[in-house]
């Protein structure tokens, strides 16, 4: 019998690999175990006996959380009333209130359980699950600090934030003590963001006051039988406990603010209290920090910055030493900005910044003038965006080495200091009050300028006249005219401005010079100086001295006033 034609038979030898061909069949492989795994880990979960209509609703708002986008939460620093009352509605009674009486709930810490998005285990291999199972009012704090606070605090490359930050959300979901930790911060952070009399300020302050006294107790357990070096996770969770955030500041400068202000999350901590119980838990974690060798021997590098942050922050708010020495790791940072591409506005700068030290004595105190120079500079190319400048979160890495250096140099130990000690003290005292103006501001409510002008006052009380040649006394009295001048700047609005313009003014009658606007900023721009915050400040304390020495005088002053926003 004849083969029919029409019908054949094509065999192919075809070798099927068992893994993916393409990305997007490696993401459905995924999700496919992730749906097996959460199958699975349901149905042998044992569930309790409840009654369905009221857990139906809970079910619902805490999916219609994780479906949350992120445009709910408002920006940094801008607390608007809409996206807070959202999230204060998801927690808020329906039973009507009497007219008066507060609409918000007690904080209710029983319903807080924080577990992955995928079964029941505490590690996620795909990174990608994020803390589910919290009050929309926690998620929702928890997210703002997320995406707004703790990545700036590490003052790292953006780059690398991503890695930081699910480091973080693993940390949340393998220790229940870390969890408390972030909730106690976050709430002093969110708390900030709302001004008195704000119904959300109520819950906030007692899910600060709870997760951390949570955080604190977890803590004492930890360390109550446990020898040896402190485990990192609870050195973290102490540090971020005590400091959460400042309160609110409702204060708007007229000056304007040096970029460096909100750097690191700087401004978030101006007004924080530094009361007697913070500065024993300070103390507490110094003790065990040493148990780790001090900062040294905290492996987390990005933590480290946030560490040396809360160090400066009490130092120059109280004026004493820093608790830490500074990390042998970041000693490179005293020698930054040697490398510095410079425009014709940043060169013209850098041949004149800091030359007026020259006949300052003290080596120490030198080196860091001359960092401080060079900072600067990387701040004018940062803030006037050229070309290869210098990031914000380098410029703070490098400004923190700055303050903590300045805040290591101790004043002279006798009452009457010599010559040399006392223009030592002069300018340190200065410098300070620089930095809290350009590179290290706490702002005007940290109230950390009137003493700084009041120190500054007594120290130039007690200088005696310049020795030496005519032309070191001159190099001298200028130096304590740019000193004078950033006292002045200081004592704006306190006892001490009178006496400080009544100085200038005495200045300038034995100098004509520093009559013309001008001629007296070149004299400034000698020491360290920058017009963008300095210019406007000063211009009301030279007018003010200026018209003490001449009523009428009109001639010699510049024809134009330097606006808010600066020559730069």
């Given at each position: 019998m004849a083969a029919d034609r029409r019908k054949q038979f094509l065999f192919l030898n075809q070798s099927?690999?068992?893994?993916?061909?393409?990305?997007?069949?490696?993401?459905?492989?995924?999700?496919?175990?992730?749906?097996?795994a959460a199958r699975h880990s349901r149905s042998k979960r044992a569930i309790p006996p409840t009654d369905n209509a009221a857990l139906a609703p809970k079910s619902r708002l805490l999916k219609k959380t994780s479906r949350q986008s992120v445009e709910e939460v408002p920006p940094d620093d801008l607390p608007s009333a809409k996206p807070s009352r959202k999230r204060f509605l998801a927690v808020r009674s329906r039973t009507p209130t009497a007219e008066g009486h507060s609409s918000a709930l007690p904080y209710d810490a029983g319903s807080l359980a924080a577990m992955p998005s995928i079964g029941q285990g505490n590690y996620d291999?795909?990174?990608?699950?994020?803390?589910?199972?919290?009050?929309?009012?926690i998620h929702g704090i928890l997210d703002y600090c997320f995406r707004n606070v703790w990545p700036t605090l590490s003052c790292s490359d953006p780059q690398t934030e991503a890695r930081l930050a699910v480091t973080r959300r693993q940390a949340i979901r393998e220790h229940s003590f870390m969890l408390h930790a972030y909730i106690a911060n976050a709430a002093g952070h969110n708390l900030r963001l709302h001004p008195p009399g704000d119904p959300a300020r109520t819950l906030l302050t007692q899910a600060r006051s709870y997760h951390e006294r949570k955080t604190l107790e977890a803590v004492s357990d930890l360390l109550r039988d446990h020898t040896g070096p402190v485990p990192e996770g609870v050195l973290l969770a102490l540090f971020i406990t005590i400091f959460p955030a400042g309160d609110y500041d409702a204060y708007v400068c007229k000056y304007p603010a040096s970029p460096l202000a909100t750097a690191q999350s700087l401004h978030r901590y101006a007004n924080l209290d530094v009361t007697p119980g913070r500065i024993q838990q300070i103390q507490r974690l110094s003790r065990l920090l040493e148990t780790r060798g001090g900062v040294d021997g905290v492996s987390q590098r990005e933590w480290v910055h946030a560490v040396i942050l809360a160090d400066m922050f009490v130092a120059s708010r109280l004026g004493v030493r820093p608790v830490w020495g500074w990390p042998t790791p970041l000693r490179y940072l005293f020698d930054a900005f040697h490398d510095l591409v410079l425009d014709p506005h940043a060169f013209q700068l850098s041949r004149v910044l800091g030359q007026g030290f020259s006949c300052l004595r003290h080596r120490e105190l030198l080196q860091i003038l001359m960092l401080s120079c060079r900072a600067t500079l990387a701040l004018d190319l940062h803030h006037r965006k050229v070309d290869a400048a210098p990031q914000i979160w380098e410029i703070a890495r490098v400004r923190n080495a700055i303050q903590h250096k300045l805040c290591c140099l101790d004043p002279p130990t006798d009452l009457v200091p010599s010559h040399d000690d006392s223009v030592y003290n002069i300018v340190r005292l200065a410098a300070?009050?620089?930095?809290?103006?350009?590179l290290f501001p706490l702002g005007d409510s940290a109230s950390i300028k009137p003493r700084l002008a009041y120190d500054l006052r007594k120290a130039l009380?007690?200088?005696?006249?310049?020795?030496?040649?005519?032309?070191?006394?001159?190099?001298?009295?200028?130096?304590?005219?740019?000193?004078?001048?950033?006292?002045?700047?200081?004592?704006?609005?306190?006892v001490h401005q009178e006496w400080?313009?009544?100085?200038?003014?005495?200045?300038?009658?034995?100098?004509?010079?520093?009559?013309?606007?001008?001629?007296?900023?070149?004299?400034?721009?000698?020491?360290?100086?920058?017009?963008?915050?300095?210019?406007?400040r000063c211009w009301d304390i030279w007018s003010e001295a200026t018209q003490m020495v001449q009523p009428d005088y009109t001639g010699s002053r510049s024809a134009e006033t330097p606006s808010t926003v600066g020559s730069q």
């Open positions: 099927f690999s068992s893994g993916p061909h393409s990305q997007r069949e490696k993401e459905l492989q995924d999700a496919d175990r992730r749906a097996h291999p795909f990174d990608t699950a994020s803390v589910a199972g919290l009050p929309p009012f300070l009050i620089y930095s809290d103006l350009v009380e007690l200088h005696s006249a310049g020795h030496g040649s005519p032309h070191e006394a001159e190099a001298e009295a200028e130096l304590m005219i740019w000193c004078t001048t950033m006292g002045a700047i200081a004592a704006c609005g306190t400080f313009v009544e100085r200038l003014t005495q200045a300038q009658r034995e100098d004509e010079r520093l009559l013309n606007w001008i001629l007296f900023q070149t004299v400034m721009s000698h020491y360290l100086w920058w017009d963008y915050v300095l210019q406007p």
